[in-house]
């Protein structure tokens, strides 16, 4: 059952609403580092090798790589329809950012303390960084 606890409080960076299933990683994120194809992450010793980030929304800690890298891997994801849907993130750099904001996908940090704890895999949550909120609206399996 969802609770009272299920709405959360986070920092807009880069606008825009959504919803979807989250996808947690523990390590940092290098989108040169995942199939622009299928959206699987090839990073080897990376905690989602060979899990798809697409249309999930994607927790991690920081993105990794290069600004062009980065920059290039986010973009290649974009054209084959295989980014986040959202993305939260603890620690946001300047590639991650900019590259966010061009892509139109949102971007939001700075969260409840509390999320970690409630929020789990396979989740679905409805992200509005506009509004700098996070809805759980479903537990997952």
């Known amino acids: 059952m969802i609770g009272k606890n299920s709405s959360f409080k986070c920092h807009k960076i880069s606008e825009g609403k959504t919803s979807g299933e989250v996808l947690f990683s523990k390590d940092g994120i290098c989108f040169y ?61 300047t590639t991650l950012v900019a590259s966010s904001i061009i892509m139109e996908i949102p971007l939001v940090d700075k969260v409840d303390s509390n999320f970690n704890e409630i929020v789990k895999n396979k989740d679905i949550l409805e992200v509005n960084a506009t509004e700098g909120e996070i809805k759980l609206v479903q537990k997952g399996e």
């Open 33 to 93: 580092l995942i199939d622009p194809e299928s959206g699987v992450v090839i990073e080897r010793n990376h905690s989602l090798f060979g899990k798809s980030i697409a249309n999930k929304i994607l927790v991690f800690p920081n993105g990794t790589g290069s600004s062009v890298v980065q920059a290039d891997g986010m973009y290649q994801l974009k054209m084959h329809n295989m980014g986040p849907k959202a993305m939260i993130v603890e620690n946001a750099d």
